[in-house]
C-alpha cells in the first residue's frame, strides 16, 4: 500500500505541532552538535511570528497519511546589491522513524517551488559539520557548497 504524502503551507492551527517539530530538531541538532542551547520559543510566539499581522517566517509541513512527519522552516532574505530576494532555509527536519524515504527530498522540492512562485534566486541554508548524511543528501539534490565556516558548509541550490 502506496503512503499517501502532502506538502502543505502550515497554518495557524498548526503552532502546537510546529513547537514540538522545532523541540525534536533541537534535540537533533544538540545529538549533531549543531546546536547546544535551549529554545524560548512558544506556542503563542509561533502564532505571533509565522502567523501574525507581519509574517517572519513560513513553515513547510509534511504529512503522510494524514500524520505529520516533518517541516522545513524558512523566511525571505533580499539581496539589495542583485536585486533580488532568496530564501533561508532555517530548520528541516523528517521526524525518526520516516527518515531515508524520500519525504526530505519532497520537503526540499516544494521549498524549490516557493522559490519559482516567489521569483527568488535560490535557497541557502548550512548544516553541522557532523551531520554528512545530510551534507550527501543535499549534495544528491545538486546543492552546492558555497563557502565554509570552519568546519561547517553552506549551502546554496539555485
Keep these: 500500500m502506496e503512503n499517501q504524502v502532502h506538502v502543505r503551507k502550515a497554518i495557524k492551527e498548526d ?11 533541537a534535540e537533533f541538532d544538540r545529538g549533531m552538535k549543531g546546536f547546544n542551547g535551549e529554545i524560548s520559543t512558544t506556542k ?7 502567523f501574525g499581522d507581519y ?7 509534511l504529512e503522510v497519511d494524514g500524520e505529520v512527519q516533518g517541516f522545513a522552516l524558512f523566511h525571505y532574505r ?5 536585486g533580488e530576494p532568496s530564501i533561508w532555509l532555517d530548520d528541516l527536519l ?3 522513524r520516516s527518515r531515508s524515504k ?4 519532497q520537503l526540499m522540492y516544494a521549498l524549490k517551488n516557493e522559490v519559482e512562485k516567489s521569483l527568488s534566486s535560490h535557497i541557502a541554508w548550512t548544516a553541522s559539520p557532523y551531520n554528512t548524511k545530510a551534507h550527501d543528501f543535499y549534495h544528491r539534490l545538486g546543492a552546492e557548497v558555497e563557502r ?10 539555485a
Design 94 to 96: 523528517v521526524i525518526g
Design 78 to 82: 533580499y539581496s539589495s546589491f542583485r
Design 55 to 61: 509574517s517572519f517566517a513560513h513553515a513547510l509541513i
Design 102 to 105: 524520500g519525504y526530505g527530498a
Design 44 to 50: 503563542e510566539k509561533i502564532e505571533r511570528t509565522l
Design 15 to 25: 503552532s502546537s505541532k510546529l513547537l514540538e517539530l522545532i523541540e525534536q530538531k
Design 148 to 157: 565554509m565556516d570552519g568546519e561547517r558548509p553552506y549551502f546554496r541550490w
